[in-house]
Structure formats: structure tokens, C-alpha cells
């Protein structure tokens, strides 16, 4: 005698959760693959194997791309290694402090595509044809916060008022800050602009400008 099966009370994610903890089960029935059939796009009908097979496929090129992805930002984190390497090393030599933030700017905009750079210090007033600007903390930490009291480095888009407080008389768009400190106290800020709004983002990867504010920070306390 048959057991009659109402297809309308079985439980479908239950039949799911069968299938998963059985992946051999179609071949312990391979009779009923035979039956099994799927629409394709064309519309013509495929079996399930035929169906499996193009899913591997569909994953087996997400892979790639996403592997190709990941290839492509490691080349770039090795290219922008190199040249911080070189800014740093160029750095190293600079006993004074102007020297020091000459070759900053030159090596910023030589190899990373920053159109302005500026210097804030909060306790150090600039003479004539000095390289920095004197700027109070509050006046800074009340515009940027994460950098001055948390001490974390920033990128984005700004309003003007804000853009004009870094780049005074300058058409920067996008702009990315990082700390400069003594002692883990957060000393100044280390400011690039570029003319573009979308150069510098909020989600742009900080890690570098970090490290090279961390040795120019190092480099400062060396100089005269």
C-alpha cells in the first residue's frame, strides 16, 4: 500500500534543512534526479546537475573578481609603501623645522597627488617665511574633534568655513587631517587639500597618513 503525500503541509524549510545536513542524499537516489528538472533564462528546462554545475561556475568567477580585487589593492598599498618610504627617508635628514615642512609638502605633492598642504601648531608661533600657522586648540578641536581629542586622522569633504580655516584663499575641495603630537598629546595637525570633493573621502583608508604624521611628528621634535 502507498502512503499518499500532501505536498501542501510539508514543511519547505524543513526539507531545506533535510537537504543541507544530507548533501549525498541525491545519490543514494539517483532515480530521482532524472526527474528533477529546472527552468533556465532561455526558458528551456535543465536537469539539476546541469543547474549545480552553472552555480559553481557563478561563484567560481565571483572568486576571481573578488580575488583580482584584493590582488589589485595589495599593488597599491606596495606602491604607496615605496613612496612613503622615499618621503620619509628625505625627511630624516632636515635638522630644521621649515626644512623639514618644505620637504614634506614637495614630497606630498610630487608622489601623492595633494594639491595644498598646511602645518597647524598650537604653541608655536611662526616668524616671517615660516612654513607653519599658529592656530588655537580649541579653535581646531571645536572643527574636528576626532583629531585634536581623540587623536584619530580624518578625511572628507567639508564646508567652506571649515576648508577656509586649513586652506585660507585656496580652492580645495576634499581635505584629509592627521595629529601631530609630543608626548601623546596631540600637538597640531597635519593638513592636505585636494581640488576634487571626491578625492579624499570619509571612508578613505588613513593608515599611511597616520604613520607619516607619526614620523613627521618624531622628526619636528628633532629640529631647531
Known sequence: M???VNTETLDLEAIVAYLRHHPRFFEDHPNLLKKLHLRHESGDAISLIERQ?????????QL??????FIQVAQRNDRLFLKLQRLILELLPETRLNG???RLQQGLQRDFDVHETTVILFDRAPGDGDGWLQTSRDQIAEAFPAVVDQGK????ALEPVLTQLLFANTEVGSI???PLTRDQAVIGVLALGH???EHFRSGTETLFLTHLAQVTSLQMERTE
Open 53 to 61: 554545475n552553472q552555480i559553481l561556475r557563478q561563484e567560481n568567477r
Open 153 to 156: 586622522a580624518v578625511c572628507g
Open 100 to 102: 623639514l615642512l618644505e
Open 64 to 69: 576571481i573578481d573578488r580575488l583580482n580585487q
Open 195 to 197: 581640488t576634487s570633493p
Open 2 to 4: 502507498t502512503e499518499s
Open 176 to 178: 584629509a587631517l592627521a
